[in-house]
């Protein structure tokens, strides 16, 4: 890092002395480079850097916030100043000031360690790894027809310093690796695609750990069948089995987003919309059985979500959104936690320098059961297994969503049969965590970017969770 | 020639075979609302580098926010370094032959640069137009932005351009109830800024009768923003190289087929000067033009840089991206409804006004769902019922596009979250769409 600490500082200072109540500094830079291959030909290779300065401050209770890449102490009093400025010119418009709540601030430096560094530049490396996943397919895929596979790899390595005029001060460096494989597969008139990530925080020792090649392997020969034999699925109401990679991401959707508490709030009801749970609800509402436990959680070891401090200088922990059923611990900020009269749990994430930190998930899923999957399907006579997915939506309450399977199939008689065809789930979130019958102990995890604020900022996740059984439901098929 | 960019393309002419440079530098002021009252004032004083490195075939590109000569200097000496390790690109084609610099007029407007310093006089008239209406909180956006972009290219092109936008939406509610809109063009226009808050007021008291419908398959109109989001989608998948990957319905609907009815033509339009997606030329150099991507139900265009083109072989577009070709700015057209026509016009049906969240199944066949946001009203004999909440249109855009059976004679200007593309949109009605909701 090239910013000093004497830099920050010296922008803490100005915008105190300009009569900010709070002022924090953050710089940070994200580099690396990505390479992308259509077929197993090369289409490009990129290099990115984003580097700069994000101050926060809040002036006569108006929350501003500057953003620039310029590293010039002109500039940078420059931005301090336009923060200063505008904040104060919206501060007539307030009712309510912002506050935030008391805490002890972090003052610490962590890194994730890469057992073999990222950035020693291995595009060629990079190629091949994707090459060798599209040969691994190629022919393989025997009676369906393999049209295309876009595959791209993208190194990120994630650097923040950190200081508040409260005294927080938090430095980082998180690498992280993510690869993406988009196939279509077609066969007669029928066609299917596939998008099948990893990603985690750490160095190239993750190809290993991921073996791509086996996996996206199985995968698409799985989908092939289901291409080539799925029909539709039963039309009277069974059981529905959901894989890991479905509960995570309904995880995600209706009990991450409805438990962030600047949308419970409202704060971004124009952009990515406001919540079911009103704060009244909070320790209160069952939303679902003893079976609905989501935890979130920003220190597992290795994941895509990975963090110890958040952008407020505010140490990470295991939120429990929802605890047996009830809904129990929002993610808050120090804005959020000051409004609802507690501690911030650290949730404040920015993805870039020029993006304001606000409440994101980091890793959120749903806690396992003790069955195994064959304990969990074996007294099923007639059921749904639905593995993974491509289309889904939740309503902006995060109470009504929709998820149409990939890779599915009948159960029949306890086992896994026939394959099924974009099979179509329809629920609302009370729906789903009410009726979860059964978990089995595969807690498993899959890496997403998730989108919300305003300009729109993608950050790294994983959601997660074992298979989940659920009572039955009528099976939707795709018009 | 800006200096930054001079530096850097002297600085790598005769290393590698071709050199762009393009830079741009924004600045930009930011208010959200939530509330009745602003959340945050944001700022941004950015200048952004990307280069397109070209070595034998081989395609780099480096895209940096971050002002640092001596970095990018450095990363384009490793990459020269293992150029020759590393296999062609299949999209590379030669830069083309540099046509003339002829950057846009029209598309300045001093007034952003004054609201920018303190943009409290416009957030005050969208809230005061909202609350006008009856409703009980605003919530939305504003943001003004200053532009110049410049581009320098190793062929000889050098051009500049300089540009303002404003984009200005609103979320109102009443009670349960909501109200949406949208407003994105090159200046300042105060009607427009107070309507976006006055039509999201207006829709939100539009009924405050809750009425259910069951899923199946109705006559439905949508809005300007639910066209907006909707048609962002399919110009996205109008790319080339979404073509070439596959993940595109216009990889399986091909120029010269049918993919709509007769009421339906989408056009990308660089040369719209109101629109804040107007460019005089592409990243390439290329001067921009306006086309049809569906004119009458017909694919007429896909969107093309010199790479993709060379691929297909085509012509450019003028749609570069060095990678990506994509949309500047869209238009579809107008029909002979009137706005306050759609409700008899309809007869009985749905009337969706926002969406968002739309996803796909399958891209090659079109295959999405949509959710409905704020109002959706039940029509019965061109008389609004009420509000039946949040569904979710099912379907594909083939089967959409082939089913558009009127559209209005009023557009708007349309740019927001859900809408990134600016886009010029009517409201339409559609006929036999599959209309969901869970049923447990």
């Not at chain 1, 805490?103 to 994730?112: D, F, L, Q, S, T």
């Not at chain 1, 091949?128 to 049209?147: M, Q």
């Not at chain 1, 320098?353 to 069955?371: C, H, V």
């Amino acid at each position: 890092m090239s910013f000093s600490e004497e830099l920050a500082l010296s922008l803490l200072d100005r915008g105190l002395t300009l009569g900010a109540k709070y002022v924090e500094v953050r710089f940070q830079d994200d580099y690396g480079y990505g390479v992308s291959l259509r077929n197993n030909k090369l289409m490009s290779v990129g290099v990115t850097r984003t580097r700069g300065v994000g101050i926060r401050v809040i002036v006569d209770g108006s929350l501003g916030f500057a953003a620039t890449n310029s590293l010039s102490i002109e500039d940078l009093y420059k931005a301090v100043d336009k923060a200063f400025t505008r904040a104060k010119a919206t501060a007539r418009l307030r009712k309510n000031p912002i506050e935030f709540s008391e805490e002890k601030p972090g003052r610490a430096k962590y890194r994730v360690v890469e057992k073999e560094q990222l950035m020693d530049f291995k595009i060629e490396d990079a190629i091949s790894t994707l090459s060798g996943i599209y040969k691994s397919v190629e022919g393989e895929i025997k009676e369906a027809k393999l049209v295309s596979m876009v595959e791209s790899l993208s190194v990120h390595i994630q650097e923040k310093m950190i200081m508040t005029s409260e005294g927080g001060y938090v430095e980082s460096r998180i690498p992280r690796l993510f690869i993406s494989i988009g196939s279509t597969l077609i066969y007669g008139g029928r066609s299917i695609q596939r998008f099948k990530e990893f990603g985690a925080s750490g160095g190239w020792e993750l190809i290993d750990e991921w073996r791509p090649e086996q996996v996206v392997l199985s995968d698409l020969k799985n989908l092939e069948k289901v291409l080539v034999k799925g029909t539709a699925p039963p039309s009277d109401k069974v059981d529905v089995v959901l894989g890991p990679e479905v509960v995570g991401l309904i995880a995600h959707e209706s009990s991450g987003h409805p438990m962030e508490a600047d949308r419970i709030l409202g704060r971004e009801a124009a952009q990515a919309g406001e919540s079911y749970v009103k704060p009244e609800m909070i320790g209160r509402r069952k939303i679902g059985n003893q079976h609905a436990t989501v935890i979130e959680d920003p220190t597992i070891p290795g994941s895509y979500g990975f963090y110890l401090y958040d952008d407020e200088c505010i140490r990470a922990r295991p939120r429990y959104l929802y605890k047996e059923g009830l809904i129990n611990e929002p993610l808050h900020n120090r804005h959020t936690a000051w409004i609802f009269k507690t501690s911030s749990n650290g949730a404040a994430r920015a993805m870039n320098y020029a993006l304001e930190p606000i409440i994101r998930m980091s890793n959120t899923y749903i806690a396992p059961g003790d069955l195994s999957f064959e304990e969990l399907i074996e007294d099923i006579e007639l059921g749904i297994y639905v593995k993974s997915y491509m289309e889904w939506n939740i309503d902006d309450a995060r109470w009504n969503q929709r998820y149409v399977g990939l890779e599915a199939y009948v159960i029949r008689g306890g086992e896994l049969a026939e394959p099924v065809l974009n099979p179509v789930l329809e629920f609302t979130t009370e729906w789903f965590y009410s009726n979860i019958v059964g978990k089995d102990r595969n807690l498993e995890f899959h890496p997403r970017t998730c989108g919300k604020g305003e300009p729109s900022q993608g950050v790294p996740v994983w959601f997660g969770g074992p298979n989940v059984r659920l009572g039955k439901m009528r099976v939707g098929v795709l018009k | 020639m800006s200096e930054l960019s001079g530096v850097l393309l002297k600085a790598q002419m005769g290393k590698f075979d071709e050199v762009s440079v393009l830079v741009e530098e924004n600045h930009r002021v930011m208010v959200k609302l939530w509330n009745t009252e602003p959340s945050v004032a944001q700022s941004w004083l950015e200048t952004n580098i990307h280069l397109r490195l070209a070595k034998s075939g081989r395609l780099w590109v480096l895209s940096y926010e971050a002002r640092d000569p001596v970095y990018i200097l450095k990363h384009a000496e490793n990459l020269l370094k293992i150029a020759d390790r590393v296999e062609q690109s299949e999209l590379y084609a030669p830069l083309p032959e540099p046509g003339v610099c002829k950057p846009l007029s029209g598309v300045y407007d001093g007034k952003v640069e004054s609201y920018m310093e303190d943009p409290s006089g416009l957030i005050g008239e969208i809230i005061d137009s909202s609350i006008s209406q009856g409703v009980d909180r605003v919530a939305g956006a504003l943001t003004l932005t200053k532009s110049k972009i410049t581009l320098v290219n190793s062929r000889g092109f050098e051009c500049e351009e300089y540009k303002t936008s404003v984009e200005a939406y609103a979320r109102a509610f009443k009670g349960d109830y909501s109200g949406h809109w949208a407003y994105g063009q090159t200046g300042v226009n105060i009607q427009a800024i107070r309507e976006v808050g006055r039509k999201a007021g207006y829709y939100a008291s539009i009924t405050s009768k809750r009425v259910d419908v069951s899923p199946g398959e109705y006559r439905v109109a949508v809005s300007p923003l639910v066209v907006g989001n909707l048609f962002n989608y399919l110009s996205f998948m109008s790319s080339a190289l979404y073509v070439l990957i596959g993940f595109s319905v216009f990889a399986k609907y091909r120029p010269g087929e049918k993919i709509g009815s007769e009421n339906v033509s989408l056009y990308d339009k660089p040369r719209d000067t109101m629109l804040p997606g107007a460019r005089g030329f592409d990243d390439e150099g290329v001067e921009t033009f306006d086309k049809p991507i569906i004119e009458h139900g017909v694919v007429k265009n896909i969107l093309h840089n010199t790479g993709t083109a060379s691929k297909m072989q085509a012509k450019s577009t003028g749609n570069a991206g060095w990678i990506y070709p994509s949309p500047w700015n869209l238009e579809i057209a107008s029909g002979d409804l009137k706005e306050e026509e759609i409700p008899s016009a309809l007869g009985s049906g749905l009337i969706i006004l926002n969406n968002w969240y739309t996803r796909l199944q399958n891209y090659y066949e079109g295959y999405f769902s949509t959710v409905s946001r704020d109002m959706a009203l039940l029509v019965k004999n061109g008389e609004i019922e009420g509000h039946v909440g949040r569904v979710r249109i099912a379907t594909s855009f083939p089967r959409l596009l082939n089913n558009v059976i009127g559209v209005s004679r009023e557009r708007y200007d349309i740019s927001w979250w859900e809408v990134r593309t600016p886009t010029r949109a009517p409201f339409m009605i559609l006929e036999n769409i599959q209309v969901t909701k869970p049923e447990v």
